[in-house]
């Protein structure tokens, strides 16, 4: 090798040896900032119910699936089909976007009365 390519490859290594090493800190830890905000109970459990729903007002295969396949507690299940039962009669009433739009808002409303209702998982239902 001559004197400029090595000098070319001992800089090129410097650099990447450079860019590998941590950065001084201090002696602290610098805070990391979390990919996604904190999902609240109520958040999951909303998500889940409106998603399901809505699955089942488009006739979804896979609104067929239980309540355990589906990722439900027996407290979120329940809620479920009585939020489908009223979005079933939204969507006879005003369409198929009012009733998705009104799942979402009384999943939303359900899940936060009952705290994310994330009781009884077992494989029994009242």
């Not at 410097?14 to 800190?25: R, S």
């Amino acid at each position: 090798m001559t004197g400029g390519r090595l000098r070319l490859v001992g800089a090129a290594l410097a650099a990447v040896l450079a860019g590998c090493a941590p950065a001084p800190t201090g002696g602290h830890d610098a805070p990391t900032e979390s990919a996604s905000p904190v999902r609240t109970p109520e958040d999951i459990c909303a998500d889940l119910v409106s998603y399901w729903v809505k699955e089942a007002l488009k006739g979804s295969s896979w609104a067929g699936l239980d309540w355990e396949q589906k990722g439900l507690s027996n407290e979120q299940y329940e809620i479920h089909d009585e939020v489908l039962a009223a979005a079933l009669a939204e969507e006879r009433r005003a369409g198929r976007g009012a009733a998705s739009a009104f799942a979402d808002r009384e999943a939303r409303r359900r899940c936060e009365e009952a705290r994310g209702a994330t009781g009884s998982s077992e494989n029994w239902r009242s």
